[in-house]
């Protein structure tokens, strides 16, 4: 098998990448419903119908955006200039999001809308790249799940910021006045978003370019991904496991607000939690060399679905059974955290090998998509279901709208997080195929190279 070691300021570099958008993309994960409901004043309904509506233009965007970053050509490379291209409109778009200006109810939500729909332009713009570069970095299959682990140690650091400090720097800022406190957080994660970008964009390097001779149209390659079963089985997997992440992200704040009755749990929970997916990142590279990454993920994630599933059991004052639980279910899914990426990495190598054509964003394009469409459909999903057990914002909630919140955090993404599982099972890359792709396509690349 081929070897290509990658500099430790390399791997360092590119983790900043995933840090900055996480600066601004776990504070969407985790308050931006609960800020449309309880801050800026509008409906779970209603917030929950724009994080859909908006998933309709992602799924004509990001495909565009994919093709415009696989045709990109500059002397940087394909995907580095757009990481630089976009740092400051994604800083810029982040802060907006989470202004709230004395608006009419019907010209609250049109700026919510519009601004949403922007950030997540520009989120395509910038993650699509940026995840797409993992895949031409190196073609190291050890190096390659290394570089994700890193990666993923960035956005869980960044997201031990937002779940530990967010909220408390909201109440502080804004001194009860939760829409000032907002205001000032978003500009403070934003401004480091920018600066973390650039960092990115200077210390990474494009190594892997498609063949001279490649020619194929933009029909070729969508038809490609159509009779791509690994990219078939990863996309459906990666729609789901995001609405997954986002239905209970969203919801943790309202479970200690409402059925735990002691909103200052949150941030320890969630910072002991991600604490323990680092701890369980540091062991994915190490499986997944032993095992192979489609193993590793189907185990990882089947333990998360029963960790998840036991929050169904758990009273409101059995508050150590929760953080034990947590830490326990956070662990088991950091396994599986570098693998996603990872693996649509080596998705896009297969569809090289098997095509003799790579199209790297294109086939991110899936996965930055998937991801989107997770935290709309997500967030919709909980709004929807809040809505349908009776939650009412900044009151004592009724016993059916507590029983909906604790089935939000249990069964809900149980169920969801099995069906990933499932998904899993029509992942045909294993170990051995994984090394013979790797192998051949060196082959390949050599002979061009000297050709």
């Known amino acids: 098998m081929i070897s290509?070691?990658?500099?430790?300021?390399?791997?360092?570099?590119?983790?900043?990448?995933?840090?900055?958008?996480?600066?601004?993309?776990?504070?969407?994960?985790?308050?931006?419903?609960?800020?449309?409901?309880?801050?800026?004043?509008?409906?779970?309904?209603?917030?929950?119908?724009?994080?859909?509506?908006?998933?309709?233009?992602?799924?004509?965007?990001?495909?565009?955006?994919?093709?415009?970053?696989?045709?990109?050509?500059?002397?940087?490379?394909?995907?580095?200039?757009?990481?630089?291209?976009?740092?400051?409109?994604?800083?810029?778009?982040?802060?907006?999001?989470?202004?709230?200006?004395?608006?009419?109810?019907?010209?609250?939500l049109i700026y919510a809308y519009v601004t949403y729909i922007v950030l997540m332009m520009v989120y395509s713009a910038n993650n699509l790249p940026y995840s797409a570069l993992s895949g031409v970095i190196t073609g190291d299959l050890g190096e390659r799940t290394s570089l994700s682990s890193y990666r993923f140690v960035g956005a869980m650091a960044a997201q031990m910021v937002i779940q530990g400090l967010a909220l408390p720097m909201v109440q502080y800022f804004g001194n009860g006045n939760n829409s000032i406190g907002y205001q000032y957080t978003m500009g403070i994660f934003s401004a480091l978003a920018i600066v973390l970008f650039f960092i990115t964009f200077a210390t990474t390097k494009e190594r892997i370019q498609p063949a001279p001779n490649q020619k194929a149209t933009i029909k070729e390659h969508f038809s490609d991904l159509l009779k791509n079963g690994p990219w078939v089985a990863m996309f459906v997997l990666t729609i789901i496991l995001f609405i997954t992440l986002s239905m209970r992200g969203s919801v943790v704040i309202y479970y200690f607000k409402y059925y735990v009755g002691n909103e200052s749990y949150f941030s320890l929970f969630n910072v002991l939690g991600t604490i323990a997916t680092i701890i369980g990142i540091f062991f994915s590279k190490g499986l997944a060399m032993k095992f192979g990454k489609r193993e590793v993920f189907k185990y990882g994630l089947s333990a998360t679905t029963v960790f998840t599933a036991l929050f169904v059991l758990i009273p409101p004052t059995a508050i150590q059974f929760m953080f034990v639980t947590e830490i326990l279910r956070q662990f088991a899914y950091g396994f599986t955290i570098p693998l996603l990426w990872a693996?649509?990495?080596?998705?896009?190598?297969?569809?090289?090998?098997?095509?003799?054509?790579?199209?790297?964003?294109?086939?991110?394009?899936?996965?930055?998509?998937?991801?989107?469409?997770?935290?709309?459909?997500?967030?919709?999903?909980?709004?929807?279901?809040?809505?349908?057990?009776?939650?009412?914002?900044?009151?004592?909630?009724?016993?059916?709208?507590?029983?909906?919140?604790?089935?939000?955090?249990?069964?809900?993404?149980a169920v969801t997080f099995g069906i990933c599982v499932i998904c899993l099972f029509f992942y045909k890359i294993n170990k051995q195929m994984e090394i013979q792709i790797t192998d051949d396509l060196a082959e390949r690349r050599k002979a061009f190279k000297y050709e």
């Open 4 to 108: 290509e070691k990658l500099a430790v300021k390399e791997k360092v570099g590119y983790a900043f990448g995933d840090m900055a958008a996480n600066f601004i993309f776990q504070t969407m994960v985790m308050f931006q419903l609960s800020f449309y409901t309880d801050t800026f004043g509008i409906s779970a309904i209603a917030a929950g119908t724009l994080l859909v509506v908006v998933r309709f233009w992602d799924a004509i965007f990001d495909p565009i955006m994919g093709v415009v970053a696989d045709k990109t050509k500059t002397k940087w490379g394909k995907f580095r200039p757009w990481i630089l291209w976009t740092a400051v409109p994604f800083g810029i778009m982040g802060f907006l999001t989470f202004m709230t200006p004395n608006f009419s109810p019907s010209g609250k």
């Open 343 to 413: 693996m649509m990495a080596d998705v896009a190598d297969y569809s090289e090998w098997k095509n003799n054509r790579r199209a790297t964003a294109i086939i991110f394009s899936a996965i930055v998509f998937g991801l989107k469409a997770g935290l709309g459909f997500g967030g919709a999903i909980t709004g929807y279901v809040l809505s349908l057990y009776g939650y009412v914002p900044n009151v004592a909630q009724s016993a059916a709208a507590l029983n909906g919140i604790k089935m939000t955090m249990s069964i809900y993404p």
